[in-house]
């Protein structure tokens, strides 16, 4: 039982990283992707645009299409900022949580030592 506890720590503690790691380049990926296809729709609005000078009406839509392109570039880089600042707070977490472990430990540790002796010589 204290070889599954022991390797249930270990495990968790070497979890607790790369599950941040995933998240992490996810969310970058997710972000980049979105910036990748607002810049690719804005080119290809302004593109349809030039190849039509004389319409107007196809000139406002590309315009439109530019606008909402921008925002969501702007959208993509506020929620960039706000999954660093999540990252930032569980990593933060972690820490305080592997503190906990540290304290619980130097408690626990002892004990199971102890039990571990009195099984040995008995």
């Not at 707070?89 to 130097?106: G, H, L, P």
Request: aromatic share 4%.
């Amino acid at each position: 039982m204290i070889d599954f506890l022991l390797a249930l720590q270990i495990y968790l503690s070497a979890s607790q990283g790369q599950v941040v790691d995933k998240i992490e380049k996810t969310a970058e990926v997710a972000i980049e992707v979105i910036d990748t296809v607002a810049e690719a729709t804005e080119k290809v609005a302004g593109e349809v645009a030039d190849a039509f000078p004389g319409n107007e009406n196809l000139k406002e839509a590309a315009s439109r299409i530019k606008t909402v392109t921008d925002a969501i570039e702007e959208d993509a880089e506020k929620a960039e900022a706000l999954i660093e600042k999540g990252i930032t707070i569980v990593i933060a977490y972690i820490d305080q949580v592997d503190e906990i472990k540290k304290q619980v430990d130097s408690i626990v540790d002892p004990i199971i030592d102890k039990v571990v002796k009195d099984n040995k010589e008995a």
